[in-house]
Nanobody, 124 residues
Framework: QVQMVESRGGLVQPGGALRLSCAASGRTFGIYTMGWFHQAPGKEREFVAAIRLSTGRTWYSDSVKGRFTISGDDISNTVSLQMNNLKPEDTGIYYC?????????????????WGQGTQVTVSR
């Protein structure tokens, strides 16, 4: 089994920044990709960003491109999400996830392991 543990989120003012981290432990051998998903209040969970750990290739949703940066380490199996210029619509629960797949798209169905989620609130 693989356990995914996210860092605590928090309350941030619009325009502010926050960094989330996540660590995978357990049977992590073979994990190729880690990512972040966001679930806004009353909405479906959506893809935010992902990174292929072995190559460092990253991809983002259009809504966060240019504001968020994902980074990861394939030795420690950790992934971080630097969120800048936060907007109220970024409010919600953020989940980190991992998969043994090398090629993945934006679908949460392709991810095998999930964290418990961490709350981020962007408000004055």
């Amino acid at each position: 089994q693989v356990q995914m543990v996210e860092s605590r989120g928090g309350l941030v003012q619009p325009g502010g920044a926050l960094r989330l981290s996540c660590a995978a432990s357990g049977r992590t051998f073979g994990i190729y990709t880690m990512g972040w998903f966001h679930q806004a209040p009353g909405k479906e969970r959506e893809f935010v960003a992902a990174i292929r750990l072995s190559t460092g290739r990253t991809w983002y949703s259009d809504s966060v491109k240019g504001r968020f940066t994902i980074s990861g380490d394939d030795i420690s199996n950790t992934v971080s999400l630097q969120m800048n210029n936060l907007k109220p619509e970024d409010t919600g629960i953020y989940y980190c996830a991992s998969t043994y797949l090398y090629y993945v798209d934006y679908s949460e169905a392709e991810y095998d392991h999930w964290g418990q989620g961490t709350q981020v609130t962007v408000s004055r």
